[in-house]
């Protein structure tokens, strides 16, 4: 395992590697940093770039925006009030009374070194798991692979939100789209319609892409242009001393337990991490009601939990290629574009990438530390962008790299149906993460369940006999089971609320 990681230290440590993370954190500092825009714009919009790259340069760039794009939200979350992401809605909680009391300062300082000591961890843990959870898996076959990626499936169930129907129709929706075109294995074309441009189905690109930076950029256009923000960091100091970030340490390792054990879990991610680790942070702190009114603990709990989920979420992407949330979901899409397949095999066939990947996730944490600290003054500058210019650069830069990656304006076309499609769907409640599982997994499905029947001549039997898939099919019926149970449980809870609420007003 050394070997391989420096081995993997030796491809990125180069001059081309190491701008590309740099570069990678920068943006995704930006786009952290910028209400409304994220670590999945940022990688949707920049997988077109990394299309005509070597496999490891483009994973580095992706790597370094991943890590960017999460510890970017902390800036206008402690000096705004304003959560740059999901994963650092807790952050403002305790980040932005600091700042009003004179603490931005303190508050950036703690934030910064907590997210730096939880990706820390959270790397070192995936370095160690992944590569066994991979050679385990390489005991799979074609009914067992089939049977994972049920489970993969049946994980919409948990990124379906408070609407199971929802969710679930979403996923079959992306399946559906990814059966447009050549069938797998014996190359039947299906639902072209006489197009010969669908022969070849949707790209994956434009449908990414559509989905996740189109769809934000109609969501935007309806609001109003805020006035410019503007923020004074001339009197901003960052000095805190070894003791106060000693005396986090149990906050801290609690908070990226935490944040680890939820990323792993398919679906959950860092923005319901940083919620969970702010109340563990509050219900076991001797001074509680310290808490929302400026504490460092509240500060420290949430960032290192959000970024200790990153780790966390690649450990399944890696070893099983599951994706856990949105991102990592493009991830996934990100190895498919450069012929790398997920899954088992990856870290067999491919481990000179994937450890380039762990290095890469290395030293784009160390940039994050260090570009957080010395940049500051400069990526709250970019707080002040008028809405009216951004949306225009990035629909450009959309529109660019759909028509990149095959020279099609068909792709074009897919690009803004998707983006539509995606802006309905967001309006009307439907989450997109089930849609983008559908589409990429649906054919892996597919091919392994005519493997599966072409292995047993047409039997069904071996997919629920076989241990490993009877396994993963019964995780698959319990978790469809919890989550179904789950929602009653809020219905009911809803509806007892509310009778009291009536007998009370009686």
Known sequence: MIDLLVSGFASILSLKGILLIAGGVVLGLIFGSIPGLTATMAIAICLPITFGMDPIDGMALLMGLYIGGVSGGLIPAILLKLPGTPSSIATTFDGYPMARNGEAGRAFSFAIVASFLGGLLSIAVLIMIAPPLGKVALQFGPFEYFAIIIFALSLISS??????????????????????????????????????????????????????????????????????????????????????????????????????????????????????????????????????KGTPDGVVASEASNNAAIGGALVPLISLGIPGDTVTALLLGGLVLHGLQPGPLLIQNNGEIVYAIFAALLVANVFMILFLFLGMRGFVKMLSIPQNILMPVILGLCVVGAYGENGRVFDVGALFFFG???????????????????????????????????????????????????????????????????????????????????????
Not at 433 to 438: A, K
Not at 481 to 502: D, H, P
């Open 159 to 292: 990124l379906s939100g408070d609407s199971l129907p929802k969710g679930l129709m979403a996923g079959l929706l992306g399946i559906g789209f990814a059966m447009v075109g050549a069938a797998p294995i014996d190359a039947f074309p299906r639902f072209t319609f006489g197009m010969p441009a669908l022969d070849a189905g949707f790209s994956l690109l434009p449908v990414l892409i559509g989905l996740f930076a189109i769809s934000e950029i109609l969501i935007n256009a309806e609001k109003k242009v805020k006035d410019n923000l503007k923020v004074n960091m001339k009197k901003i100091s960052y000095k805190v001393g070894l003791k106060e970030y000693l005396g986090q340490g149990w906050n801290w390792l609690r908070s990226s337990l935490i944040g680890l054990g939820v990323g792993i879990l398919p679906g959950i991610g860092g923005g319901t991490s940083n919620i969970l680790a702010y109340v563990a942070a509050k219900n076991s702190s001797k001074k509680p009601e310290k808490f929302g």
């Open 420 to 506: 539509l499609l995606g802006y309905l769907m967001v309006k009307y409640g439907f989450p997109l993460t089930p849609l983008v599982l559908g589409f990429i997994l649906g054919p892996l499905l597919e091919t392994n369940l005519r493997r599966g029947l072409m292995l047993s001549q047409g039997d069904f039997m071996p997919f629920l006999t076989s241990p490993i898939a009877a396994a993963f099919l019964i995780f698959t019926v319990v978790s469809i089971g919890l989550k179904v149970y789950s929602n009653w449980k809020k219905k009911q809870n809803a509806r007892t609320q509310q009778f009291e609420l009536l007998e009370g007003e009686q």
